[in-house]
């Protein structure tokens, strides 16, 4: 699976790519919103990883340009804006979903494959484990 993680905080990054490569994802990461929107735009990922506090640019806009630009794949903000106001902006700008720092590990593994697996239309509710 490919993952595009936008995410500002190099030991944040960090570990969420060893969480990830632990899975057998191909992780491709950047500190910048802008090369973020470059990557998306160019690049066929399974999912795009976004943190919302980003040096050059705010999440939001990232998101909200990812969107104008009919990128289609799905978008699982992490941030550790914990407010019900930011978590229904994000999706309302059209994230697919909305976790909190800190995750477990497991927890972002799971949402991954479920926004993935309906993304490409295999929304079954049952999945062996």
Known sequence: MRVLLIEDESATAQSIELMLKSESFNVYTTDLGEEGIDLGKLYDYDIILLDLNLPDMSGYEVLRTLRVAKVKTPILI????????????????????YLTKPFHKDELVARIQAIVRRSKGHAQSVIAT
């Not at 992490?78 to 979903?97: M, N, R, Y």
Request: net charge negative; no cysteine; hydrophobic share 45%.
């Open 78 to 97: 992490l941030s550790g804006f914990a407010a019900i106001e930011d978590k229904v902006k994000g999706l309302g700008f059209g994230a697919d979903d």
